[in-house]
């Protein structure tokens, strides 16, 4: 009978951490940043169809980097536990903070219990109706999960971004700023994304609006931009 290979816990949990890090690593990165507007998520994705960022529920959206298949179940998960909430007690129960502590449970429960953890990196932001009271949510593919003041930066070279950001983003820079310059702040902190309105065709944004009712008359704050309108705000 041959003997079986014993390996400890710890050295299992880190050879899971590392496979993940590894795969988080090679994908394209995704900034979130909070201001004066409401918040911007910028995500660097040359792709027309297939989504990284995308609306969870009225105030509350979603970004991932890391395997597409992996984070595009784990949407549509959100998307569903938060249609049932609302619809079974109120909308203002579903929270972001509520989604994201789902989130972290789906996260670690794979992490310890399957044989290969998900090879992703989820934010749950939700808008709130001044800079303050919003929510930025960073989980990652280990369970942990932490609210972030500000700012939120996943995949690619996360250290390089979050410096370059860090000067033109850092201290009391969002309070007075809105979304054309977070946009901005975003895609020039981003290494794969061309200066200018060139750089239009490499980005993936969309916005939380906070107050959507002043602005256009409706109560959904999620808005995408599509390409035009983002290769202006690039220009200016």
């Not at 004066?36 to 040359?46: M, Q, T």
């Not at 989980?139 to 996943?154: C, K, R, V, Y």
């Not at 969002?174 to 946009?183: L, M």
Request: overall charge negative; charged content about 25%.
């Amino acid at each position: 009978m041959s003997a079986q290979f014993y390996v400890s816990p710890e050295q299992l949990m880190k050879d899971r951490a590392d496979f993940a890090r590894k795969g988080i690593s090679r994908g394209r990165s995704v900034v979130v940043l909070s201001c004066r507007d409401g918040i911007a998520l910028v995500a660097e994705n040359p792709s027309g169809s297939l989504r990284k960022i995308g609306e969870l529920y009225d105030r509350i959206a979603f970004a991932a980097v890391g395997k597409y298949n992996e984070f595009e179940s784990l949407r549509q998960a959100g998307v569903r536990y938060a249609d049932t909430r609302g619809y079974s007690y109120a909308r203002e129960d579903v929270t972001g903070r509520g989604l994201a502590s789902v989130y972290a449970q789906s996260l670690g429960g794979v992490f310890t219990a399957e044989s290969k953890p998900f090879e992703v990196e989820l934010a749950v932001v939700e808008v709130g109706e001044s800079r303050v009271s919003d929510h930025l949510f960073r989980l990652t593919f280990d369970g942990s999960i932490a609210d972030e003041p500000g700012m939120i930066i996943m995949g690619g070279d996360a250290e390089t971004i979050s410096a370059s950001l860090a000067e033109a983003w850092g201290g009391a820079a969002g309070v007075e700023q809105g979304f054309g310059e977070a946009i901005r702040a975003a895609a020039a902190a981003l290494p794969g994304v061309p200066e200018g309105p060139e750089g239009a065709a490499m980005l993936e944004v969309a916005v939380l609006d906070r107050d959507p009712q002043a602005l256009r008359g409706q109560r959904r704050c999620f808005r995408r931009l599509d390409k035009s309108e983002l290769a202006v705000i690039l220009a200016a």
